[in-house]
């Protein structure tokens, strides 16, 4: 991709990325009155296999939030009853964080307008776009993990 002294594309792509994530944070919480944070920790949590919790650290690493913000928002989803931190069986020492009964019950009844919020954002897309978008972002995602900006770092775009 060709970078031109204004950015070009890279620079438009990275701040729609930037937009389309304070759109999608402002309207969770405008529709749903969650934040996306803990909309993404209580779909995380209900995965299969996860019954019994997951550690602080995998959730933190799958979500790719901070600790900071991760921490806070266990913090508010505890105090409504949504996620308990329990000792962890195999290490005394560690917790896993787990949905709790009542955090079950509240996502399942956050599916309908998950559905419908999913419906209204990706009306515009036919299937093939949303399967297109999901592979450049899957790929996006990989190619951002492997960023390394260190001093000496070959600059290929330069």
Not at 59 to 79: A, I
Not at 120 to 144: E, N
Request: zero cysteines.
């Amino acid at each position: 991709m060709i970078v031109n002294e204004s950015g070009g594309i890279p620079n438009r792509l990275f701040f729609r990325l930037f937009q389309t994530g304070n759109i999608l944070q402002r309207q969770v919480q405008n529709e749903m009155g969650i934040s996306a944070v803990q909309w993404a920790v209580l779909g995380a949590l209900s995965r299969e296999g996860f019954e019994d919790g997951t550690s602080f650290n995998q959730l933190k690493e799958y979500l790719y939030v901070s600790r900071q913000n991760l921490d806070g928002v266990l913090k508010r989803m505890e105090r409504d009853g949504h996620v308990v931190r329990v000792p962890d069986p195999s290490d005394g020492r560690a917790r896993l964080v787990k949905l709790t009964d009542s955090g079950r019950v509240y996502w399942n009844n956050l599916q309908r307008p998950i559905d419908n919020f999913y419906q209204q954002a990706l009306q515009g897309m036919s299937f093939d776009d949303g399967v297109s978008l999901l592979h450049l972002l899957k790929k996006l995602q990989h190619d951002m993990t492997k960023i390394s900006l260190t001093v000496g770092a070959n600059d290929q775009n330069r």
